[in-house]
């Protein structure tokens, strides 16, 4: 049997995946992984479907969530596979979550009017597979708007070099603090959802600890650890060589569990293929659920 396993994917329940459960199940079964785990933003529509589904093709579905919080004035994600899609602390989580993006969203959208950007909030909702959306989200509609093209401002994102990475180059050059869309972040904060995170039956563990917005430290990874971080994204695709080997040695010293997660999306980001990342085994899987098991 294989040992593949890929513990970050994303579905069309994400605001931003491309690909349906069913779907996603397929390409696992037909790349030869043993398990996955579909972990969309702040949401778990997937779910029960997608488990059911795995089962019947003989592919383990991890139920799973990433989550979008706050922590020392940056944006980190954090994962929760093995969560309990039903549980009334996640749903709490997950509302609270939906409440802060909606208005971050709407913030973002009438600073972007502002600039003479054409797109609408309306918009926005209707291309978002219901679920609030999130900055890159919305970058990617304002550009699929040929209104826009004809802004001299943009330009530079319609360019073809630039055109599989424009809504990511968008986000930097719009969205991210100083800018002219940038807006406050409303999310939960880390270590509160770290200390909740026994109650939704998840183990946490943190996404793309090196990713540009995130830039985790070893004195971060210290104190998630000490509020109940169990594993953190070793192998992903925001990573250089030089990150896995800085986390994975991290990973062994605070005695955290490495993982494996892609991160595909779909055509958002284009240069992350499904089971493009070959890093994850089995075995990681099995040390995350000793560590579920091993709660109180």
Not at 76 to 99: C, K, M, N, Y
Not at 183 to 206: E, H, N, Q, S, W
Request: charge should be negative; glycine fraction near 10%.
């Amino acid at each position: 049997m294989s040992e593949l396993v890929d513990f970050h994917i994303h579905s069309n329940r994400s605001c931003d995946g491309d690909f349906s459960p069913a779907e996603l199940v397929g390409f696992a079964r037909e790349k030869g992984f043993r398990a996955i785990s579909i972990a969309d933003h702040d949401t778990v529509a997937a779910y029960p479907e997608a488990v059911d589904l795995g089962r019947a093709a003989g592919v383990e579905i991890i139920p799973g969530i990433e989550v979008t919080t706050q922590f020392g004035g940056r944006e980190f994600h954090l994962l929760l596979p093995f969560v309990d899609w039903t549980s009334p602390a996640l749903a709490a989580v997950i509302e609270g979550q939906a409440r802060c993006r909606n208005e971050e969203a709407r913030e973002r959208i009438e600073k972007l009017r502002g600039l003479g950007f054409a797109i609408s909030w309306d918009e926005v909702r209707a291309k978002s597979n219901g679920t609030p959306p999130l900055g890159v989200k919305i970058a990617q509609i304002l550009l699929d708007n040929p209104e826009n093209e004809k802004n001299a401002v943009l330009e530079f994102f319609y360019r073809e070099e630039n055109r599989p990475f424009a809504p990511y180059m968008f986000y930097k050059e719009f969205f991210t603090e100083g800018k002219h869309a940038y807006v406050p972040k409303k999310f939960a904060g880390l270590l509160d959802i770290l200390d909740g995170a026994a109650a939704t039956g998840g183990v946490p563990v943190l996404s793309h600890p090196g990713a540009y917005f995130q830039k985790t430290t070893r004195e971060d990874a210290r104190i998630l650890k000490g509020r109940g971080l169990a594993g953190i994204e070793v192998y992903t695709s925001y990573h250089t060589p030089e990150q896995v080997g800085i986390y994975r040695a991290l990973a062994a010293e605070l005695d955290l569990v490495p993982t494996a997660g892609s991160d595909f999306h779909g055509s958002i980001k284009p240069h992350v293929a499904f089971g493009a990342l070959q890093d994850g085994r089995y075995w990681m899987v099995e040390r995350l659920r000793e560590r579920k098991g091993g709660r109180v």
